[in-house]
């Protein structure tokens, strides 16, 4: 009952002048609203590494040319930076603990006709287990086959993305597109992977054999990237270090002089969207904590001079009976009171906040159930702390010098 009552009288106070209370407030609104704009942000980018790292693959390695030529290496004499089926070959072979391999070479934006209709989209020429190691099924129809890589056989599987603007609603397979200069007949339908957190359509490519492309389409000897899947029972990160030492090696290049290939593991691929995300997270954090402390100072300068305002009700309050504790308790309750105040308008402030950014931006943002648990203990911290010397002051305040 007691509480209840003090509760009562210090609202009764803070509305009394609800300017003053807003300025108590402010600190926290601002400070609440950001650490909830960084959590959902925090929330959405660990929700988008996790799909990157789905969609990569559980143990997948990626080897991609950082360059097209070198212009220093071992010896001073220029290297190439390119893949070739001879570096596949040798990952194969000297390379441990693997499931699988598959080279592939892509071109982009190429043009495809079917009928009246044409589009652009990315041409890869894959290896008969590219479907596999890339973890990427057909929906309808076959996959790319060894008899189709040998026989050098003029067959594609087309993502949705093509396969909807080239026939619609229509089963495409067994009809023929015309693919630069090259007729292809369509033996199935990639299952769809949809957009990335980018943009990028995924499902906007065609597969081809990969001795078709080379020889057919494309006429050139390098190879794009390489696809790795590694065994569970081997360590993913000594793997990709393994090939990568293997691949300097094969291309007699340093890579302390100059770093020419690029292998992404899933793991360094979870491990660099993490160290970017915690970074900015810290810095974003310790802003919020600036504003809780300038929010701190800024109410408990407004309650000194609250109390000193209120030395009269004070002295009359103790006059009549009130002990000191009731006079630091109500003290402090007007103190959690308006910070509950911002509480509430910082969490609102931080979701319309994070709406916009996920409306109007391609920064990811997901709901974080710990932004309203932090908030809460930040709020009523603040509070207290701050308020504590005023609420201090003002019950240790003589009753008949607070009247005088």
């Known amino acids: 009952m007691r509480i209840g009552r003090l509760f009562r009288e210090g609202m009764t106070a803070l509305m009394s002048n609800k300017t003053r209370t807003f300025l108590m407030a402010l600190g926290t609104i601002v400070g609440i609203g950001a650490l909830t704009v960084i959590l959902f942000i925090s929330a959405g980018t660990k929700r988008e590494v996790a799909q990157k790292a789905e969609r990569f693959g559980a143990r997948a390695i990626l080897i991609v040319p950082a360059h097209g030529k070198m212009s220093q290496a071992v010896g001073g004499k220029s290297a190439e930076a390119k893949l070739k089926m001879a570096d596949a070959k040798a990952i194969a072979d000297q390379i441990e603990g693997l499931e699988g391999i598959s080279a592939s070479t892509s071109r982009y934006s190429q043009p495809v006709k079917a009928g009246a209709v044409q589009t652009t989209t990315n041409v890869d020429a894959v290896e008969a287990n590219w479907h596999f190691v890339w973890d990427w099924p057909v929906a309808s129809g076959a996959p790319i086959t060894q008899t189709d890589v040998d026989k050098l056989s003029r067959v594609c599987v087309l993502g949705t993305t093509p ?52 020889r057919r389409l494309f006429n050139q000897q390098h190879i794009s990237n390489i696809r790795v899947k590694v065994n569970a029972d081997y360590d993913l990160d000594a793997t990709a ?12 290049i340093d890579p302390a002089i100059e770093s020419v290939f690029t292998v992404f593991s899933t793991n360094s691929l979870v491990k660099r969207f993490e160290g970017v995300s915690e970074t900015v997270s810290r810095l974003l954090i310790a802003l ?30 103790k006059a009549l009976g009130a002990a000191r504790r009731d006079i630091l308790v109500q003290f402090l309750m007007e103190a959690v009171a308006v910070n509950g105040l911002g509480l509430v308008l910082g ?54 010098e607070a009247i005088r």
Request: hydrophobic letters at 50%.
């Open 163 to 214: 396969k909807v603007e080239l026939f619609g609603d229509a089963d495409p397979i067994g009809t023929e597109i015309l693919i630069g200069n090259v007729w292809f007949k369509v033996k199935g339908v990639l299952a769809s992977r949809g957009i990335t957190g980018t943009g990028h359509d995924r499902d906007r490519r065609i597969v081809i054999p990969f001795s078709t492309g080379m």
């Open 288 to 317: 919020c904590g600036l504003s809780f402390l300038v929010g701190g100072l800024v109410l408990m300068n407004i309650m000194l001079i609250s109390v000193a305002e209120r030395k009269a009700e004070i002295g009359l309050r």
């Open 241 to 252: 270090r393994s090939i990568e030492a293997l691949l300097y090696q094969r291309h007699n």
């Open 347 to 400: 969490w609102c402030l931080g979701m319309l906040t994070a709406w916009i950014i996920a409306r109007f931006t391609q920064i990811p943002v997901a709901p974080s159930v710990l932004s309203f648990v932090l908030g809460g203990v930040f709020s009523v911290g603040v509070a207290l702390v701050f308020s504590l010397q005023p609420a201090r002051r003002a019950a240790n305040l003589d009753p008949v």
